[in-house]
């Protein structure tokens, strides 16, 4: 039995070592045999499509004629930069401003509500204490209460009462 478990690891390990260096080796040894290689192909390709067939009119596009016959962009386009970095600015002040805004807004309904729960939170502190004052008089009384029947019962097992 022992013989065989051995059998199957050595055949494991070999057919493992096989799988794992095989390719490597049938690589080696196929470049050193000759082979035949195929005939250069020889194809004839049309050159890929291009751009201006699809477009034609594209290169005849510049940069400076965009805009020239639209008013508003030839006016934002002769601004000066320093005119724009102002006007870019001015606009992130005032998102900025709106951002402050809504952050404060929010911040007063967050306090408003943390009062309200505040005050939630001081009536069942109130309703707490009172319940815990109105349990220890009673257990206070209970005791009284206790010691007076235990007294009473004492008297009465010594005046010949019995408990049948």
């Known amino acids: 039995m022992m013989g065989s478990g051995r059998w199957c690891l050595v055949m494991f390990a070999v057919i493992s070592a096989l799988c794992v260096s095989g390719p490597a080796l ?3 040894f196929h470049k050193t045999i000759p082979n035949f290689t ?3 192909c020889s194809c004839h390709c049309p050159p890929p499509p ?4 699809f477009a034609p009119g594209l290169l005849n596009l510049s940069v400076t004629d965009c805009g020239k016959s639209d008013p508003e962009v030839k006016q934002e386009m002769g601004k000066e930069f320093v005119d724009l970095l102002t006007e870019e600015l001015k606009l992130q002040e005032g998102v900025s ?9 929010t911040l007063t309904d967050a306090r408003r509500v943390a009062s309200q ?3 939630e939170a001081d009536k069942c502190v109130a309703a707490t204490e009172t319940c ?8 206070a009384l209970l005791r009284k209460e206790t010691k007076l029947t235990l007294l009473w019962e ?3 097992r010594n005046l010949g009462w019995t408990t049948e």
Not at 97 to 105: G, K, T
């Open 50 to 53: 291009s751009l201006l067939r």
């Open 97 to 105: 401003a709106e951002h402050a805004q809504h952050m404060n807004v």
């Open 154 to 156: 004492q008297r009465a």
């Open 132 to 139: 815990e004052g109105a349990r220890e008089h009673s257990e």
């Open 26 to 28: 049938y690589w080696k």
């Open 117 to 119: 729960y505040q005050r």
């Open 38 to 40: 195929c005939p250069p």
